[in-house]
C-alpha cells in the first residue's frame, strides 16, 4: 500500500526553519520524506518530518549532504551554492532556491515544486528554479525551459472541433466495419506469406496483403500483422522476416497461411533461405528483412524490415481484390488468341437459378451460346440475347483455349441471367448438364470442369487446350473476411 501520493519522493529542506511551513506541511501530510537539515540543534521541528543537523561548512558535513542529496528528488535552499555539484551525481535532481523569504507566495512555490518534479519524471532531466520575490515577476524561473510567452485569449469555443476530433471514438459498430473492409478491399493487391522462425527454430508464417515497398536507400518494406493472429507475438520478437509474393499458381498455398492450422509449414515444401527465414520456391520474389522497428497501429502491429537479400523468378502474380482472389496473367493468350485472325469462337457460360444456357446445334447436339460472325464480339452476344428477352450481366473471363481438333481459340465469358431463353436455347439444371450431347470435345471438357467448380463454389481461368492446361483460381463464391 503507497503511502500518500507523494510516496518515495524525498526533500531536503536546507531553509532556516522553513521559509514555507504549509509547503513543507503539505508534502510531508501526502507522503513526502521531508528531511530538514540545519547547522542549528535549537529551535523547533514541524511535524512529521525528519531533522538532521550538519554543518555544511564543515568538510564532513558537506560530504554527508551530497550523499543525502544523491538519493533526493527535491532541495529547497535560499541560495544557490551547490547545485552544479549536486546535480553531477543527481542529475534529475530539482534545487528550488527561494529568494525573498515569506515574500515568495506558497502557490507559486509549490507550482514550482511540482512542476519541475513533472519534468524531471518525464525526461529524467532535473534543474534549478528560481522563485526570486524581489523581481518584479516571481513566478518560478525554471532553468531547463524558458517561459514560453503568454498566448492570446480564444474565442468561446475556438477548439471544440479540434478537440471532439481528437476524442477516442466510439467503438466501431459492425455494419461500419463491413464497409470500411468493403472500402479497403477496393484496393487491388497481390498477396504475400511472410514467414520467420521462433526462438526454438520453428517456422511461423501467414497471407498477408498489406505488404508495401517502403524505401530503395536504405531497403526497406513493411507488413501490417493483426493483434489477433497467433503469430503476431512471434512476429515482433523476431530478428528476421521474409516476405514471399505469391505466384498465381499459389492460391493454396495463400488459403494454407491464411488459416490458423498450427502444422502448415507440414502441408507445402518449403526451405531455408537468407537468414534461415523460410521461402517458397515458385513464389515470384522472396524478401528477406532484418526487422527494423515494430510500430504499434491500432488493431495491428507494424513490422518495418531492411531488407538483407532478395531473389526475383519467373512468373505471374496473384492478386486479391474485394475479399476473392485474382489472377492477372491471361493477357499473353488473349493476346494470342486475338492475333490468331478469324480463328476465334467467343462464347459465354450463362447461368440462371442453378441452371446454365446451352444453344441448340446441329444433329441435336448442344453447343455453349457464342457470338455469330467471322469476328465475333461478345457484346454482340449479350445484346442479341437482350433483344430476345433475356438480360445478361457478364462478370469474369472464364476460359481461354485452343482447340486441336480444329485449331481455334475458344474464349469463354462467365455471366448471370434473368427473363425467358431465346428460341433455340434452354436452361439446363447444372446437376444434370446433358453433357453428352455436347459434341465438340473443348467445349465438354470446359463445361465439365465447370460444373465441378460450380459445386465447390470456386472458379477459375483455363488456359491451354482442350485437355491439357493451367486452372488459375480467380473468385470463390463466398469471399475471404480478411
Ligand atoms: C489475401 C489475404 C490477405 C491477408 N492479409 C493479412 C495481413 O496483411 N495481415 C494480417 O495480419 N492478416 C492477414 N490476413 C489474414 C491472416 O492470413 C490470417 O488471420 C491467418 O490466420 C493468420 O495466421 P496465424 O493466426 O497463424 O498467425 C490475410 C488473409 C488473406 C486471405
Known sequence: ????????????????????????????????????????????????TKSVVLDLDAPDGLAAFHRLSATSHVV??????????????????????????????????????????RHAEATGQGQIVILDATDDEVSPIFSAMPTPPRKPAPRIGEHTDSY?????????????????????????????????????????GFTANSFTSVSLDPPMLLVCVAKTAHSCPVFTDAPHFAVNVLSQDQKDLSGIFASRETDKFEQVPWRSGVARMPVFDGALAH??????????????????????????????????????????GNEQDLIDAASHGGDIEIGALIEGEGALLLANASGGGLEV??????????????????????????????????????????????????????????????????????????????????????????????????????????????PSTY
Open 1 to 48: 500500500m503507497v503511502d500518500g501520493i507523494l510516496a518515495g519522493i524525498r526533500v531536503l529542506d536546507l531553509t532556516q526553519a522553513s521559509v514555507h511551513p504549509a509547503l513543507t506541511q503539505m508534502l510531508s501530510d501526502h507522503g513526502a520524506e521531508i528531511i530538514d537539515i540545519r547547522d542549528d540543534p535549537n529551535g523547533t521541528t514541524m511535524p512529521g
Open 369 to 478: 451460346p457464342k457470338a455469330p460472325g467471322i469476328i465475333p464480339d461478345i457484346d454482340v452476344l449479350t445484346t442479341l440475347l437482350q433483344q430476345a428477352g433475356l438480360t445478361v450481366d457478364l462478370d469474369f473471363l472464364y476460359a481461354v483455349f485452343r482447340d486441336s481438333a480444329t485449331g481455334r481459340y475458344g474464349i469463354f465469358y462467365h455471366g448471370t441471367a434473368s427473363g425467358t431463353p431465346p428460341q433455340g436455347h434452354q436452361f439446363y439444371p447444372m446437376d444434370d448438364l446433358p453433357l453428352s450431347r455436347v459434341r465438340n470435345a473443348a467445349e465438354r471438357s470446359m463445361l465439365t470442369r465447370y460444373v465441378a467448380e460450380h459445386q465447390q463454389g470456386s472458379f477459375g481461368i483455363y488456359q491451354g487446350d482442350e485437355t491439357r492446361g493451367t486452372v488459375h483460381r480467380i473468385a470463390s463464391h463466398e
Open 76 to 117: 529547497l535552499a535560499e541560495t544557490d551554492h551547490t547545485y552544479e555539484r549536486l546535480s553531477a551525481d543527481n542529475p534529475a535532481l530539482v534545487y528550488v532556491v527561494i529568494a525573498g523569504g515569506t515574500a515568495v507566495s506558497g502557490g507559486d512555490l509549490a507550482f514550482g515544486v511540482m512542476a519541475a518534479l
Open 287 to 328: 524478401l528477406v528483412c532484418a526487422c527494423e522497428r515494430i510500430m504499434d497501429a491500432g488493431d495491428h502491429v507494424i513490422l518495418l524490415g531492411r531488407v538483407i537479400g532478395h531473389e526475383t523468378g519467373p512468373g505471374q502474380p496473384l492478386g486479391y481484390f474485394r475479399g476473392t482472389y485474382f489472377s492477372a
Open 164 to 204: 471532439l476530433a481528437e476524442m477516442p471514438l466510439a467503438p466501431m459498430l459492425d455494419t461500419d466495419r463491413r464497409a470500411l473492409r468493403d472500402a479497403f478491399g477496393c484496393f487491388a493487391t497481390g498477396v504475400t506469406v511472410v514467414t520467420t522462425r521462433q526462438e526454438d527454430g520453428v517456422p511461423r
